[in-house]
C-alpha cells in the first residue's frame, strides 16, 4: 500500500463504511486499522505481582539464568475479551471490512507482489 494514494472518494467510501459498521477508525498513514474497547472486544486490566530480574549467571553450558528478587512488585496486564458467541459475527465484520479495503486498493496480506 505504500505507493497507493487515497482518493476522496475512496475516503468517502471509507466514511460510509465506518457509518455503517462502526467499532473501528483506519490509520491510512501508518496502514493501522483502530478498534476500539467495547466494539468487537473488551480491553481488560489486572494487577499482578512479577517478580524482578536481578541479574544472570552464567551456566557452564555457555547459556545464562535469569536471577529473579524474592519481593515481587505490582505490574499491569493488559488483554482484549472477545465473546464466544460474537465470534461468527467478529469474523464477517473483518470479512466485510477486508472486502471494502481490497476495493479500494488496500492490500490486507503480508505477500509482496
Known sequence: MKNKR???KNKLIMAEWISKHGACKFDIKNEDVILHDGG???IENE????PKITGFRKLPNKNSQILFSKKKYL???FYARLWMCEIDNTI???KSMKKM???IGISTNLKKK
Not at 47 to 50: A, E, G, N
Open 47 to 50: 494487577k499482578i505481582l512479577l
Open 92 to 94: 464477517k465484520y473483518l
Open 75 to 77: 505490574s499491569d496486564n
Open 101 to 103: 479495503l481490497n476495493n
Open 40 to 42: 468487537l472486544f473488551s
Open 6 to 8: 487515497i482518493t476522496k
